[in-house]
């Protein structure tokens, strides 16, 4: 079946370093991958996504390249804030699944952005 | 605004009390879902519904059920709750299902003592 790896958390940084976290993939069809994040007592906003093989995702200076020959979904910043202190998920949906396009999850990690 | 509303945030209950929890989308989804996330364990399925009076089970639909007869509602309900179904629960919808990404809700923290 479909699952996702993330990298084991917390991670915690100083304002404007640079930021990696690693999500790979195990899927048996074509998925869509996303990025989704989860700020204290909200819910998961998307924050990016790529649909096929070597697209990039981008947003809010987040991004993400779907890489299909590693099976993998790296999450980049270039200079982190304060504000981007949250919970991460990496997610796939895989078409093949049929009706049910479900998200399955990483398990979440967790950064902390120190001033 | 397009959202994704849930009702309540939090709930404390004890074992046995039938409860439901309620959501509702304003964005004429056809999808939607519901998830589980749980410490060390990520966001897991439990129900899902591709549209009017169609449902289906996730992955974890033990001790749940769910109805859909109006599009934007898709509430959760447990029967007879016990404290394995403590958690957080988020539902969550979608245009055409998850690979154009969902607009999820801001959450219930259910305690089930």
């Known amino acids: 079946g479909n699952s996702v790896t993330q990298m084991e958390g917390p991670v915690t940084l100083s304002e404007e370093a640079f930021l990696t976290i690693n999500c790979t993939y195990t899927a048996t069809g074509y998925p869509s991958l996303f990025w989704y994040v989860q700020y204290p007592g909200e819910g998961l906003q998307l924050l990016l996504k790529a649909t096929k093989a070597d697209d990039k995702g981008s947003n809010k200076g987040f991004e993400a390249t779907y890489r299909k020959e590693t099976t993998s979904f790296h999450l980049e910043k270039g200079s982190v804030q304060v504000s981007d202190s949250a919970v991460y998920f990496c997610?796939?949906?895989?078409?093949?699944?049929?009706?049910?396009?479900?998200?399955?999850f990483g398990k979440g990690i967790t950064l902390s952005v120190r001033p | 605004e397009a959202q994704v509303t849930q009702n309540p945030r939090y709930l404390i209950t004890v074992t046995g009390k039938k409860l439901t929890v309620t959501c509702s989308q304003n964005?004429?989804?056809?999808?939607m879902s519901w998830y589980r996330q749980d410490p060390g364990l990520g966001l897991r399925q439990i129900y899902y519904?591709?549209?009017?009076?169609?449902?289906d089970k996730g992955d974890v639909p033990e001790g749940y059920k769910v109805s859909r007869k109006e599009k934007r509602n898709f509430p959760l309900i447990l029967e007879s709750p016990s404290p394995n179904q403590t958690s957080l629960y988020f539902c969550?919808?979608?245009?055409?299902?998850?690979?154009?990404?969902?607009?999820f809700g801001s959450g219930t923290r259910l305690t089930v003592v």
């Open positions: 964005m004429n989804h056809e999808y």
């Open positions: 969550a919808s979608s245009w055409q299902g998850g690979n154009y990404g969902y607009t």
């Open positions: 997610a796939l949906s895989d078409l093949k699944s049929g009706a049910n396009s479900k998200l399955t």
């Open positions: 519904s591709m549209n009017v009076e169609v449902t």
